[in-house]
């Protein structure tokens, strides 16, 4: 078969032959139709992720065929359903175990579900990982309603552009940041009300004029960004983090947590349980993953330059019939 693989490490992904899977116990072969890239894909790429061995066919989002039936992977293996996190042996497609990118993968027939239907190839390989990683954090974690006023950092992130999505069809007010003005105007089709730019100075005192404090905050960034996010946040509010995309973060004021009795809380992909409630709710409420480009396995290198520029809107997918 053709994949798309990491060869050596910190190399770019070579797309080649491989060997076919074997299927091992209680794993099934399932014929890969279209496939999408996340962020961790391109931190492999550059030797900054643990436990690199190569070769390794990177890809944690996949839909196919099994036996004539369409299917999603579940891109998380080993955490049914303890509400609090993951357990150790938690791990996540595309490394350690081979991923989707590639015509075949052998997979825990367990790791199988039935496609939403109303979505294509395409928009169903956007969904797998950032839509369980953005359910748990918003749901699970972040405790959304209706009622609740949302901000979410960062929307070119494919996490953040589904998370926006669930929580505006939650019914709820959501905002956003971005670096890119184009991005924010992007997010307000999409149902977003307003946005900041983080770029410019003094974003958070402009958002909060515009926008008042919110209820529930999820961000990926972290780094120096992450001190202001306190200062829009209404008494009692959750923060959640899933990512550190721009790395430590300096300057938390304990003032401001305590006094407005703050909950920040870590957020991880998702078990078993939410995975399956996101493949519900997306049906139930007809959502549809944006996609920003189409790329055919061969051509895959450059889908991984495009998201290491940030140029994404949306999520980056293979295509495995073109
Ligand atoms: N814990 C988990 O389960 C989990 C799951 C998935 C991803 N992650 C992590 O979450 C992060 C995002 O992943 P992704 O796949 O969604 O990546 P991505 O699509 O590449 O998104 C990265 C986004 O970060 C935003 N950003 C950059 N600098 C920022 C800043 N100073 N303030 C706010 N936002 C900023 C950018 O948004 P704009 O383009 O709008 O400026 C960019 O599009 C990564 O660090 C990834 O490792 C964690």
Known sequence: MKALYLKERKQPVVYADFDDPQAKEGEVIVEVKAAALNHRDVYITQDLYPGITTPMILGSDGVGTLDGKEVILNPGEGWKDNPAYAPLNYTILGLPKFGTFAEKIAINADRVHEKPAHLSWQEA?????????????????????????????????????????????????????????EKIEKAMALGAKGGANYKEDNWHKDLAGRAGVFDLVIDSAGGDGFAQLLKVCNFGANIVTYGGTRGKVN????????????????????????????????????????????FSLEEGAKAFERMDQGLQFGKIVLDVNI
């Open 125 to 181: 390989a956007a969904l797998p990982l950032a839509g369980v990683t953005a359910y748990r954090a918003l749901f699970t974690r972040g405790q959304i309603n209706a009622n609740k006023k949302v901000l979410i950092t960062g929307i070119g992130g494919g996490v953040a552009l589904t998370a926006l999505q669930l929580a505006v069809a939650v019914g709820s007010e959501v905002w956003v940041t971005s670096g890119s003005n």
């Open 251 to 294: 300057g938390l004021s304990p003032q401001i947590i305590f006094w407005k009795q703050l909950n920040i809380m870590g957020s991880t992909m998702g078990n078993d349980q939410e995975f399956a409630d996101l493949l519900a709710f997306v049906a139930e409420k007809k959502v549809k993953p944006v996609i920003d480009a189409v």
